[in-house]
């Protein structure tokens, strides 16, 4: 299974892309970059990537192959991501079919956008985002990571190390279940 990893065509933040690729890589985690485009697309501090998949192809071939989306942040995700009616319906099928949907920095907007974290704990990179999650009902917490239901979220490019690892964590079980001594799986 692979992470599909969404990103803005231009000025997606450089660490928030490199650190989890990095992770991914050394996990033995295989991904794949999707976009509004085809091509090389550049971050905002000068690195590229290679993009071969755009949002559209991956809603027409299907999701089968991925257990997590992930999206990048950077000023190019709130120009050409917080809208994208494609990648809005790809966090609506990933979490329909109870696949991870991560974002960090500025992403989280778009999986609010989706209506997936109504009432329901997340962060985001502070400022004007945090408004913009409140508009969608999100309970937004000052933590650099937040994961519950199969939904990361993280605040920004330093949060990117330990972001990638619970992607990581959920390709091989659930980080959220903490076994107990307890009968039936409960503490008492």
């Excluded at 803005?8 to 890589?25: C, G, T």
């Excluded at 027409?60 to 192959?65: Q, W």
């Amino acid at each position: 299974m692979k992470v599909l990893i969404a990103i803005p065509p231009e000025k997606f933040r450089d660490e928030e892309l490199l650190i989890p690729v990095k992770k991914f890589q050394e996990a033995g985690v295989t991904y794949e970059l999707a976009s509004t485009h085809v091509g090389v697309v550049m971050g905002v501090l000068g690195k590229k990537a290679k993009v071969n998949r755009t949002f559209e192809d991956v809603l027409l071939s299907g999701v089968d192959d991925y257990y997590a989306l992930m999206i990048v942040g950077g000023p190019g995700t709130q120009v050409h991501l917080w809208n994208n009616r494609h990648l809005i319906e790809l966090v609506t099928i990933f979490n329909t079919r109870q696949k991870v949907v991560a974002a960090i920095d500025n992403a989280p907007i778009v999986v609010a956008k989706a209506g997936i974290l109504k009432k329901k704990i997340a962060t985001v990179a502070p400022g004007l985002t945090v408004r913009e999650m409140m508009k969608e009902d999100a309970i937004i917490q000052n933590k650099p990571v937040v994961y519950k239901d199969r939904i990361v979220t993280a605040m920004g490019f330093e949060a990117a190390e330990e972001f990638a690892s619970i992607i990581i964590k959920y390709e091989k079980g659930n980080p959220e279940f903490v076994p107990t001594s307890g009968k039936a799986g409960f503490a008492f």
